[in-house]
């Protein structure tokens, strides 16, 4: 039995021009693949007739599947649904039940009158199996032709999340078997990609063929994933739990987890298994190390809250960084960030505080304090401890670098690695 | 003449199974864009020699252009050079400058010996023209073959984006003329889409052919993009600048700003242009706002720092949100948000201040408070003015949406609309 191939494509002059990053292909991606599908192209084409046919004419080729996102709007350069109707041979009919919720969304919530054009919204090729978008009032759409599955899905976020959970995948696992798809990711720091793939050599060159290692460089760490398929599941997961246990072994000493989780999420852990809490005071990063520690569910169990002391008078006076440090040393020094997670930690009443001061650019440089020259803090009820980095990246990425890094080291000082 | 036609084609597994967003295509082709070359296509492929020269073959038919990321790293899964190698019949060589900049990177910045693993990246195909790498240590490469210019960059972010403004764009200015390629882009808010449609169905009928107009709905506002092409840069501009006024004038009521920016950097040049400053509270969106308003270069001109208040002990301590406002309505309340508003402008001595609290999900809700309500505050001296929020996303949406809806509620108060 072969793996199921999938291929997605979406729809949109928005993703040729640069102006929109996709996201949907990822989230569909890891659904896919959750259930045996391998995804093993990814298309964007405009909003362009024959760039759309000529996409959908090779993906049915090569592929059991094929993921259509965008162009169901209610805009005239929306022009999906018209071309998919044409496509297939269908008509548009008017889809009863999506017409009802079309209304309910424009009488009952955004109280306002329903015009032609969301009405609309409610016409269906007459050949397809609709996909009732309970999230939106673009109805998701199934066609098959030739032992192929075409489902074309609203490109809005939530609404083509909640389709492909709800309909799309499990109308795939009850029409097609698969291969199983496993992954197993760990996330390493402190270690470069080539040491790393010096220290696993013997460990790489002994992996079966069938088992793939892939090497996933960011934010300065480095995660590691075995990817393997097998029509048995407990064959593949025996396989790769095996392997993956003398992968753990091998780099042991820079593991920080042994998922894929983000490095906050792996912290958010550490902190609710003790019932621990954490404050932030951020200069330099604005509230994005605070974004990432509240943005997963559940965060609220950890995360107190924190100072955003962009201005040097914030850290004056609500972190009771001393004019005499701001003179001397200034804002980017170890003294301001271990007063600042001090200071946060004290009156915030957590269990732990982290702080950050650096220079991300693209200005702000001094003779002694180069771009990307970044001082981190963190702090328990014992001690203080802080480290200086200097990040090589632009603006937009040495925040992220920096809060990562941050989060990394709070880490490291609750499992008392420093 | 003709458009100049690219594709662009991601390598690596883990854009197939979702591991990881694609953001270098987006920049690639906002660079193109602007020097008149259209994306026509853009392919992600796994790591995989069949799939990747499969893409090649594809992208040499119908276009001059093909950028190619992603492979080039020093370990065992990254196949491109060694790829595009034997696909344009080449051999490895050493390329002696590449050398001693990976020396230099090695020894003089990180400290380390380097690695057999580390000297291999300064090797490349004798049939490239090699693109010097100053950021990293893959070196970027350009292949021709019938009169069809292939870049291979790396996938790193900031090496892709270096390589591409100083190597690709003028490589391809000086070998290829094409056609002007012209957008303009407004930001509307305060309009569903199919509203807004309306609105402007007589300009868009009157739309010349040759110019598209699309809408691009987010975070509950919507933008309106014009595009068109001609050999004429001046005719081009003439052309889109009038129609562009016209647009602007139909949706003058919700118009937001005429260029293509986010929120954030909207008001950021409002608050600039009048030597204001902003400071933040921010309850469910747990630092984002400050992020959002801190991300940009300059934004130490207006934002001064901000409150995160996750806990509601800190709402009360540092906010002065008084126990009986949180034990009567609550947190989400027009009372605290208008309070904590008021709190952090005086505290922190700004011009104007910014609030929000609201139940993001995917629990925390009560039966008089659903998922996704939420309060948004701003305030200047003069006042302070709130407004209450029903978002039906999920928890990352909410956030975003949150922030960019608070950033609009400050700027309505700054040009005096609310």
């Known amino acids: 039995m072969d793996s199921i191939n999938a291929t997605i494509i979406t729809i949109g002059d928005e993703l ?6 996709d996201t949907n292909s990822a989230f569909i991606a890891q659904a896919l693949n959750k259930i045996g599908v391998a995804v093993v192209n990814r298309i964007a084409v405009g909003d362009d007739a024959e760039a759309i046919k000529d996409a959908l004419d090779a993906a049915a080729v090569k592929n059991k599947i094929v993921i259509i996102t965008g162009g169901l709007g209610p805009t005239a350069d929306d022009i999906t649904k018209p071309l998919l109707n044409n496509y297939f041979g269908g008509k548009l009919v008017v889809h009863e039940p999506s017409l009802a919720h079309i209304t309910y969304i424009f009488e009952e919530i955004h109280k306002r009158p329903m015009i032609d054009r969301n009405r609309k919204q409610a016409e269906v090729p007459n050949v397809c199996e609709v996909l009732f978008n309970e999230k939106g009032t673009a109805p998701g759409m199934l066609f098959k032709k030739n032992g192929v599955f075409f489902f074309s899905l609203p490109g809005v976020p939530h609404e083509m999340k909640w389709l492909t959970e709800t309909h799309v995948v499990p109308i795939i696992q009850k029409n097609f078997s698969s ?9 390493t720091a402190g270690i470069g990609e080539s040491f790393l793939a010096e220290l696993i050599a013997p460990f790489e060159q002994a992996l079966p063929s069938e088992i793939k290692l892939a090497y996933l460089p960011n934010f300065g760490m480095v995660r590691l994933r075995l990817t393997g398929s097998n029509s048995e599941e407990q064959i593949l997961n025996k396989t790769l739990n095996s392997l993956f246990e003398s992968l753990k072994k091998a780099v042991v000493d820079y593991l920080v987890i042994d998922a894929d989780e983000p490095m906050e999420v792996v912290v958010g852990n550490l902190l609710k298994a003790k019932n621990h809490t954490v404050a932030t005071a951020e200069s330099c990063t604005g509230g994005y190390i605070g974004h990432l520690l509240s943005k997963h569910a559940g965060s609220s169990q950890f995360y107190t809250g924190g100072i955003i002391s962009y201005d040097n008078r914030i850290k004056s006076e609500f972190l009771d960084v001393s004019p005499s440090i701001l003179q001397t040393v200034g804002a980017v020094s170890k003294e301001a960030v271990e007063q600042m997670a001090l200071a946060v930690r004290a009156k915030m009443g957590t269990d732990y505080a982290i702080s950050v001061s650096g220079i991300m650019g693209p200005s702000g440089q001094t003779d002694e ?47 008392n690695k420093i």
Request: charged share 20%; glycine share 6%; net charge positive.
């Open 16 to 21: 040729l021009i640069g102006q929109v990053i």
């Open 179 to 187: 291969n199983f798809i496993g992954h197993r990711t760990l996330l």
């Open 369 to 415: 304090k180069p771009l990307g020259m970044v001082w981190i803090g963190v702090a328990n009820k014992e001690k203080v401890v802080s480290k200086l980095f200097y990040l090589r990246f632009d603006r937009a990425r040495n925040i992220e670098v920096t809060a990562t890094q941050a989060i990394n080291l709070l880490r490291l000082l609750i499992i």
